[in-house]
């Protein structure tokens, strides 16, 4: 079992940045590849960035590329996704998401996770 907390939502205005933080408990944190995603209110949850369990490979939705960066502390067992520039279609509710590390990442941008945290909330004012 892999436990995950999502910290470092809020409300900020157009263009500011936020940045997030998933902190994992439970089994060995580096051998899980990591992943963002997010559910905006009447939509579909959405994959947002991934990256491997060694940090060593990201992967981003078009949306956010260029303006979210995803990394990992493994000596903290954490996951962060920094957004910068942020646009309000970035408002959402954002879950962290944890995955084998030998998950390929087709399987993960479908929402292929072993384990989920509850979410922090995301609101950007125009």
């Known amino acids: 079992q892999v436990q995950l907390v999502e910290s470092g939502g809020g409300l900020v205005q157009a263009g500011g940045s936020l940045r997030l933080s998933c902190a994992a408990s439970g089994r060995t944190f580096s051998s899980y590849a990591m992943g963002w995603f997010r559910q905006a209110p009447g939509k579909e949850r959405e994959f947002v960035a991934a990256?491997?369990?060694?940090?060593?490979?990201?992967y981003y939705a078009d949306s956010v590329k260029g303006r979210f960066t995803i990394s990992r502390d493994n000596a903290k067992n954490t996951v962060y996704l920094q957004m910068n520039s942020l646009k309000p279609e970035d408002t959402a509710v954002y879950y962290c998401?944890?995955?084998?590390?030998?998950?390929?990442?087709?399987?993960?941008?479908?929402?292929?996770?072993?384990?989920w945290g509850k979410g922090t909330l995301v609101t950007v004012s125009s």
């Open positions: 998401a944890a995955a084998p590390s030998y998950q390929n990442i087709v399987t993960m941008r479908r929402g292929g996770m072993d384990y």
């Open positions: 990256i491997s369990w060694s940090g060593g490979s990201t």
